[in-house]
């Protein structure tokens, strides 16, 4: 069965009472019980909901894994994820993050004894030196990464993360699994912000993990229902309504993304554009390998810094000003100043996320306007 097929049937049956062709919203918090211990399958709404079975069916196979996990958010993915590691354990995570998770590395997880080592993967040796310092309970990491679009060699990293006896877990929200498919790879657990391209529209919040071997699936799921980060019924609904056109918007994204590249790639006023999809970038030939299309994220540094920035956001057309991505809709970012605002300024900026930084999700209206609007803002600078 083919990518576009599985996003629609599978394990997605029709219902089994009913035979309603999508899944029903089960809103039961509590499930009856023929006597204690004896059910259907079903106790409670935390630990399990038979609308987010389907869900996490469909997650699991669609990435490649043994086990998939639904939760209420990326970030209550990841806390739910770290749960695993005890005080004394060490994490290796790629040095370019969404700030919300450096936010949680920093300001939550080190104070219970985790340790966590900043690395730039793009080099195997970087990692192969990190992981010669000490024992390594996991390597973290995005590709491609937000807001800068780096990519990591995902087979790589986990051949030399697995003969130090190391996990690696992937964060795949900006590729999603029509384009890329970690554990297909050699990754151990990948992580999605459902919020983004999975439900696609906007409209909801959601975090999964897919886990490829099913003892660490069950161990996560576990956690899944002790920690209790999990999403709602409803919610689970739109993320599998999501799914169902994940294919073709992804493709979407993709022109859009491509068309918006060409225009900042040929403007003076712009002095870097990062997308993996133009043969500039310095990775592009292993998002050809690795990837099955290049996304709808495009970051680009906008010479004159914050003031040039303001500019072009308050003359740009058809993109909406807003945080989060992968909507069906176009939306902006300044990440110095939104997404990675937590993170301190000097640390951004060394990092590569400057003032001048714009992070674009292209979304799924036709390319030529999209690229008309950033012309029509460039031209105001």
């Known amino acids: 069965m083919r990518f576009d097929t599985k996003l629609i049937h599978a394990a997605q049956p029709p219902d089994p009472l009913t035979g309603a062709v999508n899944p029903p919203i089960y809103l039961s918090s509590t499930f009856a019980q023929s006597s204690p211990n004896r059910h259907k399958g079903y106790v409670y709404g935390r630990s399990a909901n038979p609308t987010r079975t389907v869900l996490e069916n469909a997650l699991a196979v669609l990435e490649g894994g043994a086990v998939g996990l639904a939760f209420a958010s990326g970030l209550g993915a990841l806390t739910t994820l770290l749960e695993q590691f005890r005080s004394g354990s060490r994490i290796i995570a790629g040095n370019d993050l969404y700030g919300g998770t450096w936010r949680l590395f920093e300001h939550h997880r080190r104070q219970f004894g985790i340790t966590i080592d900043y690395v ?176 709808g994220m495009v970051s680009a540094e906008l010479s004159g810094g914050m003031p040039a920035a303001r500019r072009f ?45 714009l992070r674009f999700s292209c979304g799924i209206e036709d390319p030529a306007d999209l690229a008309d609007a950033v012309k029509g803002a460039l031209r105001e600078l």
């Not at 040796?125 to 990190?130: D, S, T």
């Not at 799921?221 to 209790?228: D, E, H, P, S, Y």
């Not at 006023?269 to 310095?282: D, E, I, N, Q």
């Not at 000097?346 to 400057?354: L, T």
């Open 120 to 295: 730039d993967l793009a080099r195997g040796a970087n990692l192969e030196a990190a992981l010669a310092k000490g024992p390594c309970a996991l390597v973290y990491f995005e590709t491609p990464t937000n807001p800068l679009m780096r990519l990591a060699d995902i087979r790589d990293i986990a051949l030399r993360a697995h003969r130090s006896g190391a996990l690696t877990a992937v964060d795949n929200t900006f590729a999603s699994p029509a384009l890329q498919r970690p554990i297909e790879l050699g990754a151990d657990i990948v992580l999605h912000s459902a919020t983004k391209y999975l439900g696609g529209h906007s409209d909801i919040i959601g975090g999964a993990l897919v886990i490829r071997e099913a003892e660490l699936g069950e161990r996560l799921r576990w956690l899944q229902n002790a920690v209790g980060a999990v999403p709602s019924p409803f919610d689970v609904f739109l993320v599998l309504r999501g799914l169902h056109t994940l294919g073709v918007r992804m493709r979407a994204h993709g022109e859009s993304a491509r068309a918006v590249a060409d225009v900042l790639e040929k403007s003076p006023k712009v002095t870097a554009v990062h997308y993996p999809g133009l043969s500039s970038h310095p990775q592009h030939a292993l998002a050809r390998r690795q990837m099955e299309g290049f996304g």
């Open 313 to 357: 956001l308050r003359n740009l057309e058809i993109f909406t000003l807003a945080e989060s991505l992968g909507g069906v809709e176009s939306l902006i970012d300044h990440p110095a100043s939104m997404t990675h605002a937590s993170v301190p300024k000097a640390q951004r900026e060394a990092g590569g996320v400057r003032d001048g930084l």
